[in-house]
Structure formats: structure tokens, C-alpha cells
């Protein structure tokens, strides 16, 4: 041990001296196990059948004050903090010594009597005590917390001590999972699992991670959506199938993106993307309920409301109402690349106007779309697994959701002419050989597999960590993501 003490600090020395000094004197730092009767929150809840009776709670200690025959310390657990009472002559001269060495951060099991004190505070007057873990390290100075955003997401063990609205965050997000399974099920979907590692990376536009199998001796992608196994599913019979997974995406890093990220997608048989609108805005609306209780929220300041029925609007109408620009009479690529240099949009020199486009409605109008929107209408040139409108063929049945001016969910009536696939495919594969990285790849098994048939299908893609995002009133990304992608640390 002696050999890695150049690592260490002054006050992690003396730490150390002190670990030393227990098991010299026989004391292990470092238990096997602890059984604890209840958590600090049990016993504030119950505290009326509780008080007067034995209890043993298990947590790291957050505060320390010694009165010289008494100590009172504040341990932390998952449910909160309660105040442990010890008093020498109940723990014993030797326990109590042991006590008083006690650092900030050690772990450590009380048990004792449940009683309220002078003061009025719910707390555990000690019989015994127990040295859990040894705390070596001391932890961020108590009074301000842990601030620096750098240290929060590269050690998040430490965010989550100190930042209990941290540890709030990330309990609502395993609550907003739940209940999204939770109404799934309620509506017959089946929950399966689909391959990370693909041959053929599809399902999104995206530049995806590649790796490289050995005993095979081919290249392999983590996928960058979950979309075209799943509709292989719908294929072999399964009606309503949902799958909630990690996508992974070789992209930049922003308060909206992270390379790692979780998304939930469903498909269900003989539907279409207007049930699908119906079954999205029912989904969202249970969850915002059930973790809020309530149906309008703050986000950043804007009072969102997740009330029935959400905004719709065609994207070439929402083009026009925000950028003043009508593309119903802009027919042509040409045409559509003239406006778009007049409007001072950077665009692709091959962009078609379908691309254009869409590039409009990303630049004028997403940011404008606040509370939740359905934008429907998308071309098929930005929409290669959708189905064609029966009246308009050169747009898709899809749509997507915005909230706060982020697309939240995209759905669409699947597309399930193997004819038209392949050709899309191919169409992509042209975009990929001139320079477009982001450009689907040529899946024949997928096209195979359309040719045995594909009922009449609706899908929906929905971005967890987003959803988490709006309903925690968190501004990036990464404080809903336990760990987020960082840069690694120059040492």
C-alpha cells in the first residue's frame, strides 16, 4: 500500500494513517455485509409505529459534530438523510473513540431506537455502530456542492452524493421507463430485444461506429437505429412489438445529442401513421401523468402543456406560416436552391428540393415549435422507409413531434412495396458512393424479406433521454444520461 502514496494528498494521508491505525487495532474498514431493518425515508414516513422501536439504517455520513460525549452525524442513503444520535455511555467507551475518527464519507451502519430529539428532529439514538467503507478521498466542499460541470459528468458516483436533485433526476427517469412499458403492455405490444452489433447499419440517416469481428473476419456497426429488425418481426407474424435500446451515432456532441443514447421504438400491424399520432400523444399524455400529476409543466422557464389535442401542421404550410415561403408553387430543384441562397441557407450543391426543404423546416421552424406539434407532410426524398401518400406521392405519410423546438418522436405508415424500397435503396446508395456518409446502405435482406409481405404497418421512434430531458427540466442532455461520452482526461 505504502508504494502509491506519491497519489495521494495531505488529507488523504491522514485518511490513510487512520485505516491503518483500525486494522492494527483490529478493526476492518471494509465490511462483508450490513443488515439494515430500513431506509432513512421508511422511518421519517413511519415514524408514529416506529418511534420507541429498533431500527438499523446503512448510509455515508454527510455531517459530523462532536460535543465531546456526544456525536450526531447525518448518514445518506438512496432515500435521503437521518440523524444517528450516539452517545458514549450507550455505545460504549471504545465504539465511541472508534466514532469520533470518523471522516466525511465513510459508510457506516447504526442501530438503535427510533426517537424524535429536543430539537424536534427524527433520529436513531446509536447502540452500535459499524464501519461499512473507509472514505479516502474527501469529499467536494459541502457548502457549495458540486458544481463544476466537468467533474459532475465524468464522475457521476460524486454528482450523485453530493446533488440529491441529481439522483431525483435519474429516479424519474427509470419512472418514466417503467411507465412507458408499463403502457405498452397495457396495449398487447410485446417487448423484444434486436442485435447492437449489424452488418448493415439502417433505419436512420446517420453515420454510424464501426468495429471489426475477428474469428469472422468482417466489419460490423453498432446500429444507429432499431427500426429494420423490428419490421422484420412484423414480417414474421409478432402484431405489436416495442423495443427500448441504445442506438449509437458517430455525430458531434451538443445539449441534444451524445454519440450513446436510448431510444424506444414500436411497430404495430395494420395500422397507420394517424394511429400511431393517437397512440403517441395517449403515451406521452399517461406518462406526464403518472410522473407528474399533472398535464403542464415549466421547462427552462416555458410552461409546456401536454393537454389533448397537440398542435398538427403539413410541413409546407409551417414552411410558409415561419419563413414566408410557399413551396406548393417552388417546383423545381432549381427554383427551391434559389430561395434557399436567397434566404441565406447553406445547402449541398446536389441537394434535391425535397432536401431543400427540409433544411427550411429544420432552420426557421423547428425552434419555433414549443408545445407539442405534429409536423406531417415530409418528402420522400428525407424519408426513404416511408410510405408514399395515396394522393401526393412525392411526400410520406410521417410525422414528427417537437417539444421546446426538439424533435421528440418520428413515426410513419411503413413503407412495405418491395419495388419502391429497393429503388429508394438504390437512390441512397448513389447519394452514399458521391460523398453522403449519412446515406442508407443497400439491406437485401430487408428488401427480401418486404417481398414476403409486410402488412399494412405504423412505426414510432422516441428519443428516451429528450422525453427525460423535458419532463426533469433539464437543459442538456448529458444530466439524463448517467454517463455521458467525454473527451478523455489529459493526465
Given at each position: 500500500m505504502d508504494g502509491h502514496l506519491d497519489n495521494y494528498n495531505e488529507l488523504m494521508l491522514i485518511r490513510m494513517e487512520k485505516l491503518r491505525d483500525m486494522r492494527k487495532s483490529g478493526v476492518e474498514p471494509y465490511a462483508d455485509r450490513y443488515d439494515r431493518s430500513h431506509t432513512s425515508a421508511q422511518i421519517v414516513e413511519n415514524f408514529a409505529e416506529l418511534e420507541g422501536q429498533e431500527a438499523s439504517i446503512a448510509g455515508r455520513i454527510m455531517s459530523k459534530r462532536d460535543q465531546g460525549k456526544v456525536t450526531f452525524v447525518h448518514i445518506q442513503d438512496m432515500d435521503g438523510r437521518l440523524q444517528a444520535y450516539i452517545r458514549i455511555d450507550e455505545v460504549g467507551t471504545e465504539t465511541f473513540e472508534l466514532i469520533t475518527t470518523f471522516d466525511i464519507g465513510d459508510i457506516i451502519g447504526v442501530e438503535g431506537a427510533v426517537f424524535r430529539t429536543r430539537r424536534g428532529e427524527i433520529s436513531i439514538r446509536a447502540k452500535k455502530v459499524d464501519l461499512l467503507a473507509k472514505s479516502l478521498r474527501p469529499l467536494p466542499e459541502k457548502f457549495h456542492g458540486l458544481t463544476n460541470v466537468e467533474i459532475r459528468y465524468r464522475q457521476r458516483y460524486l454528482d450523485l452524493i453530493m446533488n440529491t436533485e441529481v439522483r431525483e433526476t435519474f429516479m424519474i427517469r427509470s419512472k418514466i421507463i417503467r411507465t412507458m412499458r408499463e403502457y405498452l403492455e397495457?396495449?398487447?405490444?410485446?417487448?423484444?430485444?434486436?442485435?447492437?452489433?449489424?452488418?448493415?447499419?439502417?433505419?436512420?440517416?446517420?453515420?454510424?461506429?464501426?468495429?471489426?469481428?475477428?474469428?469472422?473476419?468482417?466489419?460490423?456497426?453498432?446500429?444507429?437505429?432499431?427500426?429494420?429488425?423490428?419490421?422484420?418481426?412484423?414480417?414474421?407474424?409478432?402484431?405489436?412489438?416495442?423495443?427500448?435500446?441504445?442506438?449509437?451515432?458517430?455525430?458531434?456532441?451538443?445539449?441534444?445529442?451524445?454519440?450513446?443514447?436510448?431510444?424506444?421504438?414500436?411497430?404495430?400491424?395494420?395500422?397507420?401513421?394517424?394511429?400511431?399520432?393517437?397512440?403517441?400523444?395517449?403515451?406521452?399524455?399517461?406518462?406526464?401523468?403518472?410522473?407528474?400529476?399533472?398535464?403542464?409543466?415549466?421547462?427552462?422557464?416555458?410552461?409546456?402543456?401536454?393537454?389533448?389535442?397537440?398542435?398538427?401542421?403539413?410541413?409546407?404550410?409551417?414552411?410558409?406560416?415561419?419563413?414566408?415561403?410557399?413551396?406548393?408553387?417552388?417546383?423545381?430543384?432549381?427554383?427551391?436552391?434559389?430561395?434557399?441562397?436567397?434566404?441565406?441557407?447553406?445547402?449541398?450543391?446536389?441537394?434535391?428540393?425535397?432536401?431543400?426543404?427540409?433544411?427550411?423546416?429544420?432552420?426557421?421552424?423547428?425552434?419555433?415549435?414549443?408545445?407539442?406539434?405534429?409536423?406531417?407532410?415530409?418528402?420522400?426524398?428525407?424519408?426513404?422507409?416511408?410510405?408514399?401518400?395515396?394522393?401526393?406521392?412525392?411526400?410520406?405519410?410521417?410525422?414528427?413531434?417537437?417539444?421546446?423546438?426538439?424533435?421528440?418522436?418520428?413515426?410513419?405508415?411503413?413503407?412495405?412495396?418491395?419495388?419502391?424500397?429497393?429503388?429508394?435503396f438504390e437512390k441512397q446508395v448513389i447519394e452514399r458512393e458521391n460523398g453522403d456518409e449519412e446515406a442508407h446502405m443497400m439491406d437485401e435482406d430487408f428488401v427480401q424479406a418486404l417481398e414476403y409481405g409486410l402488412p399494412p404497418t405504423g412505426g414510432l421512434g422516441v428519443g428516451i433521454d429528450r422525453l427525460v430531458m423535458i419532463l426533469t427540466d433539464s437543459a442538456s442532455i448529458r444530466d439524463v444520461i448517467l454517463f455521458p461520452t467525454m473527451r478523455p482526461r489529459e493526465e
Open positions: 397495457g396495449k398487447g405490444f410485446l417487448e423484444v430485444e434486436t442485435p447492437t452489433l449489424m452488418t448493415i447499419p439502417g433505419g436512420a440517416a446517420a453515420k454510424p461506429f464501426i468495429t471489426h469481428h475477428n474469428a469472422l473476419d468482417i466489419d460490423l456497426y453498432l446500429r444507429i437505429a432499431l427500426e429494420l429488425p423490428l419490421k422484420r418481426l412484423i414480417v414474421g407474424g409478432f402484431e405489436k412489438v416495442f423495443e427500448i435500446g441504445r442506438n449509437f451515432r458517430n455525430e458531434g456532441i451538443s445539449i441534444k445529442h451524445n454519440p450513446e443514447f436510448t431510444m424506444m421504438e414500436l411497430y404495430q400491424a395494420y395500422a397507420n401513421y394517424e394511429d400511431i399520432m393517437e397512440l403517441m400523444e395517449d403515451m406521452v399524455v399517461y406518462i406526464v401523468q403518472k410522473v407528474h400529476n399533472r398535464l403542464e409543466i415549466d421547462y427552462q422557464g416555458e410552461k409546456i402543456n401536454f393537454a389533448k389535442p397537440w398542435n398538427r401542421l403539413q410541413m409546407l404550410e409551417a414552411i410558409k406560416l415561419y419563413a414566408g415561403v410557399d413551396f406548393e408553387s417552388i417546383l423545381t430543384d432549381e427554383d427551391a436552391g434559389k430561395v434557399a441562397k436567397e434566404k441565406g441557407l447553406v445547402i449541398k450543391k446536389d441537394d434535391n428540393r425535397g432536401k431543400i426543404i427540409n433544411a427550411f423546416f429544420e432552420e426557421f421552424v423547428e425552434p419555433k415549435l414549443i408545445q407539442p406539434t405534429f409536423i406531417i407532410g415530409h418528402p420522400v426524398e428525407v424519408s426513404p422507409l416511408a410510405k408514399r401518400n395515396a394522393l401526393r406521392p412525392e411526400y410520406t405519410d410521417r410525422f414528427e413531434v417537437f417539444i421546446y423546438g426538439r424533435e421528440m418522436g418520428n413515426a410513419f405508415s411503413e413503407l412495405n412495396d418491395p419495388i419502391d424500397q429497393r429503388e429508394r
